[in-house]
C-alpha cells in the first residue's frame, strides 16, 4: 500500500517556469525522498530531507518538509525540457528501510 | 559495475509459466531491495536483503514469489506460475549497508503475462 499522496497528478509548464508539486503521507518518518522517473523505468534519487529538517537545496531543486502536516513539496526552479518525467515522494518509517511511494506527479515542460 | 543493472530488460510470458529476474547491485553494496511498479498499485515495497538475509518477506504479494541472493551479490526474484495481474515493472535498488539512507535504483525489468 502506498504512504503517500501527491498532488498535482499531473502538471505542464512552460520551460523556465517554476514547478511545484505536493506529497502528503500518514505515519511518522525517519526521512523523505524525492526520485524522479523517466519513460517508466529507472529511478533516479533527487533529495533525501530528514525528519529534523524543514528545507533542503539542491542545485534548482528545492525541498520543504512539514512533520506537523505530514507534508513535503518539491520546487524545480527555471524548469529545462530535460525535467520532463514522472516524480515521487518516498517515506521511510523509523526502524524500517522500505521505502513507501506516492502515486507521484507527471511533469511537462513545454520547449 | 558502474550501476544497478537488471536483467532481462523485458519478458513476455505465457499465464502459468515461472519467471526469474535477476539483479546484480552496485559492487560493494550489501543491502538490496525489489520493488514492483504496477498501474493500479503504484510502486510497492517486495523484499529487502541485508548480505544474504531477507528478514521481512511480507511485501511479497503472494505464496508464488521467492527472492533469493547468493554470495551477497546477485539477486534473484523468482515467480511461479504467473497471472495477469503480475504484469509490472519490477525495479532493484541496492545501498551500500541497510540503512535509512540513499537507494539506487536500476532500469527495471517490465514483464508481461499474456
Known amino acids: 500500500s502506498q504512504q503517500g499522496e501527491e498532488d498535482p497528478q499531473a502538471l505542464s509548464i512552460q520551460e523556465g517556469e517554476n514547478a511545484t508539486m505536493n506529497c502528503s503521507y500518514k505515519?511518522?518518518?525517519?526521512?523523505l525522498q524525492w526520485y524522479r522517473q523517466n519513460s517508466g523505468r529507472g529511478l533516479v534519487h533527487l533529495i533525501l530531507?530528514?525528519?529534523?529538517?524543514r528545507e533542503k537545496h539542491s542545485g534548482r531543486l528545492r525541498v520543504t518538509l512539514d512533520t506537523s502536516k505530514k507534508s513535503s513539496s518539491l520546487l524545480i526552479t527555471a524548469s529545462r525540457a530535460a525535467d520532463t518525467a514522472s516524480y515521487f515522494c518516498?517515506?521511510?518509517?523509523?526502524?524500517?528501510?522500505?521505502?513507501?511511494f506516492g502515486a507521484g506527479t507527471t511533469v511537462t515542460v513545454r520547449a | 559495475g558502474a550501476g544497478v543493472s537488471q536483467s532481462p530488460s523485458n519478458k513476455v510470458t505465457e499465464k502459468g509459466k515461472d519467471v526469474e529476474l535477476r539483479c546484480d547491485p552496485i559492487?560493494?553494496?550489501?543491502?538490496l531491495y525489489w520493488y514492483r511498479q504496477s498501474l493500479g498499485q503504484g510502486l510497492e515495497f517486495l523484499i529487502y536483503?541485508?548480505?544474504?538475509?531477507?528478514?521481512?518477506k511480507s511485501g511479497l504479494p503472494s505464496d508464488r514469489f521467492s527472492a533469493e541472493r547468493t554470495g551477497g551479490s546477485v539477486s534473484t526474484l523468482t515467480i511461479q506460475r504467473t497471472q495477469q495481474e503480475d504484469s509490472a515493472v519490477y525495479l532493484c535498488?541496492?545501498?551500500?549497508?541497510?540503512?535509512?539512507?540513499?537507494?539506487?535504483f536500476g532500469p527495471g525489468t517490465r514483464l508481461l503475462v499474456l
Open positions: 535498488a541496492s545501498s551500500l549497508v541497510l540503512s535509512l539512507e540513499t537507494q539506487y
Open positions: 505515519t511518522s518518518i525517519n526521512n
Open positions: 530531507i530528514r525528519s529534523n529538517e
Open positions: 518516498a517515506t521511510v518509517p523509523p526502524n524500517d528501510y522500505k521505502l513507501s
Open positions: 559492487s560493494g553494496h550489501t543491502a
Open positions: 536483503f541485508q548480505g544474504n538475509s531477507a528478514p521481512d
